[in-house]
């Protein structure tokens, strides 16, 4: 008899929608299993189990606020059932509100920074902890959404935004060399401006197509731009790239 080959497990936060949603859905068509994140859209991510199913996959939808500690901890332990972790996409996120930031309110701001950075952190270190091989792992690859804005900064429409994903990309950076030597890889995909829900929940749905006459390619980015890139760098092709921060943007 033949054994059936082992898919790797992988965790995608924030999969119910938008980059997520195409991040989880190319991982299943290349053969991973899914560990579908939400935070509250739980018809969203059954509806994307569905279509993960397709592909053979399995998929298993897990509600958790990534900014919590314990939530997180259920969402690796639950993710444990599936076999063991070897993948971990950070892509939850949300830009909230558009301004200066003097007009922006604190509980935003915090939101904001908890989200994109903190939430972050506390599932890089569960992953670390999952996959190291000095705790018992058997290695594996982060790969962490963020943004252009980190580069640019975006003053006048969310600085603290931009302030925490580049705090993502030092954090990609950091732990790449923390934790090559454990077997895991760390990267970072930085989209430009992407067709998702995201800027309709900031109050700005008409953002995007504003944006597209400055984005050299002419064109916003789709989800689907952007998952190829990231199941690429999670993949054994890129076995030996760590520390990236690769922008996938059309130019910008
Ligand atoms: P989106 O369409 O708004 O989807 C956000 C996803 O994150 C949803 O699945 C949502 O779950 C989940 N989420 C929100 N808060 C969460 C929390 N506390 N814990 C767990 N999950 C949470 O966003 P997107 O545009 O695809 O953005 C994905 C990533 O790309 C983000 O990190 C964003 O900063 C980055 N990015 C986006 C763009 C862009 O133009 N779209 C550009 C650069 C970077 P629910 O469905 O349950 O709410």
Same mark, same amino acid.
């Given at each position: 008899?033949?054994?059936?080959?082992?898919?790797?497990?992988?965790?995608?936060?924030?999969?119910?929608?938008?980059?997520?949603?195409?991040?989880? %859905?190319?991982?299943?068509?290349?053969?991973? !299993?899914?560990?579908?994140?939400?935070?509250?859209?739980? !018809?969203?991510?059954?509806?994307?189990?569905?279509?993960?199913?397709?592909?053979?996959?399995?998929?298993?939808?897990?509600?958790?606020?990534?900014?919590?500690?314990?939530?997180?901890?259920?969402?690796?332990?639950?993710?444990?059932?599936?076999?063991?972790?070897?993948?971990?996409?950070?892509?939850?996120?949300?830009?909230?509100?558009?301004?200066? %930031?003097? !007009?922006?309110?604190?509980?935003?701001?915090?939101?904001?920074?908890?989200?994109?950075? %903190?939430?972050?952190?506390?599932?890089?270190?569960?992953?670390?902890?999952?996959?190291?091989?000095?705790?018992?792992?058997?290695?594996?690859?982060?790969?962490?959404?963020?943004?252009?804005?980190?580069?640019?900064?975006?003053?006048?429409?969310?600085?603290?935004?931009?302030?925490?994903?580049?705090?993502?990309?030092?954090?990609?950076?950091?732990?790449?060399?923390?934790?090559?030597?454990?077997?895991?890889?760390?990267?970072?995909?930085?989209?430009?401006?992407?067709?998702?829900?995201?800027?309709?929940?900031?109050?700005?749905?008409?953002?995007?197509?504003?944006?597209?006459?400055?984005?050299? %390619?002419?064109?916003?980015?789709?989800?689907?731009?952007?998952?190829?890139?990231?199941?690429?760098?999670?993949? !054994?092709?890129?076995?030996?790239?760590?520390?990236?921060?690769?922008?996938?943007?059309?130019?910008?």
């Amino acid at each position: 008899m033949i054994d059936a080959p082992v898919r790797p497990v992988t965790i995608v936060t924030g999969g119910s929608r938008g980059i997520g949603a195409a991040i989880a %859905l190319e991982l299943a068509r290349q053969g991973h !299993d899914i560990v579908l994140n939400y935070a509250s859209r739980a !018809d969203a991510a059954a509806l994307m189990a569905g279509r993960i199913e397709a592909f053979g996959a399995r998929c298993l939808p897990v509600r958790a606020d990534v900014t919590d500690e314990e939530q997180v901890e259920a969402l690796f332990s639950q993710a444990a059932t599936l076999g063991p972790v070897t993948g971990l996409v950070n892509n939850a996120g949300a830009t909230s509100f558009i301004g200066d %930031l003097a !007009d922006t309110p604190v509980a935003v701001i915090r939101r904001v920074i908890d989200l994109n950075l %903190l939430g972050t952190v506390l599932c890089c270190r569960l992953a670390a902890r999952a996959m190291g091989k000095s705790r018992g792992g058997s290695g594996g690859a982060i790969v962490n959404i963020t943004s252009i804005a980190a580069a640019t900064g975006s003053p006048h429409t969310y600085v603290h935004y931009a302030a925490a994903k580049a705090g993502v990309e030092t954090l990609t950076r950091a732990l790449a060399v923390e934790l090559g030597p454990d077997g895991i890889r760390v990267n970072a995909v930085a989209p430009g401006i992407v067709r998702t829900g995201i800027h309709a929940d900031a109050g700005d749905a008409g953002r995007v197509d504003r944006a597209v006459p400055g984005i050299p %390619l002419g064109r916003a980015g789709e989800p689907e731009d952007i998952a190829p890139m990231v199941v690429h760098v999670m993949s !054994d092709r890129a076995s030996y790239v760590t520390g990236a921060v690769i922008a996938v943007s059309g130019g910008l």
